[in-house]
């Protein structure tokens, strides 16, 4: 991989010139958003930190101690936003389970490392604060999308009890990660990155969880079949870095791209959506399973 070009590393890394119609499901995604906030009993914005873009969105649901899914955004730490992704809430919240989607700085206004640590507190917002809005904080999940995978499991290695001793040992109960970036170092040779991320080495070896020891809480790591051979590679790596243990399920999502994946993750019939559906323990499961 080291002696491919700086232009391999773009095609291989850069979805949205990858994926034609990228713009316009994009704002196929902003649309429906935006109808979901109108039209869900939610609240917006509500602060876990004293920075701006320390704002969450909650999607309540009418099931009393619902489980909670936790949803982060990708766009490779410098782009799209929460309100993006509120489209994904719809049919979760509809099945009986809590839905929160934190944003959080982007680069290069902040550096890579600033932003698992806002996440962190994001989480702990969670732990802190479910049970107000009827979710039960002993059953959170998390969800991530391209670089929300990478944070997912990132976050699925936090030592919550040196963060705050009123935070449980083991506050994350699952996590799927969708179209992961597990090893950074990849990132450093596409040069439509490195303008804003700005990798060095000791940066890659700190935020690259295939670098973490393996955490407790399962990872079901999913990719589209679609998708470039170093997504599916990434896919794979996470398995092989943290055993079948702790990654029982990795898989390529047939059809689908590095962003209509997110398609069938809302789709109540898909194997993806199942996946997470198993996470939360919703009552009944799908044959797909």
Known sequence: MSRQSPAWFDQQYNNRARVADSADILDRWGRASKLVREQSPCLLDLAYGEAQTERLDV??????????????HGG????????????????????????????YSLCPTVGMERIPLQLVQAL???????????????????VGHSAGGHLACMLNCCDWK??????????????LAISGIY??????????????????????????PAQFPAPEAPVYAIVGAQESDEFKRQNRLIRQAWGRRVVPICEEIPGCN???????????QSRSHQLARRLLELRWYSALL
Request: aromatic content about 8%; overall charge negative.
């Open 59 to 72: 999607f309540t649901t009418h099931v009393p101690n619902a489980p909670v899914m936790v949803f982060l």
């Open 76 to 103: 490779y730490w410098r782009a799209l936003d929460k309100s993006d992704c509120s489209f994904l809430a719809s049919s979760f919240v509809d099945e009986g389970a809590m839905v929160v989607i934190p944003n």
């Open 124 to 142: 702990a917002w969670v732990w802190r604060h479910a049970a107000e809005h009827g979710g039960d904080p002993m059953r959170v999940i998390l």
């Open 162 to 175: 040196a963060v705050a001793p009123d935070l449980p040992h083991h506050l994350i109960k699952g996590v």
């Open 183 to 208: 090893d950074l170092s990849p990132l450093r040779q596409a040069p439509f990155l490195q303008v804003d991320l700005k990798l060095d080495a000791d940066t890659v070896r700190r935020l690259s």
């Open 258 to 268: 590095h962003f209509d994946i997110l398609h069938e993750l809302a789709d109540p």
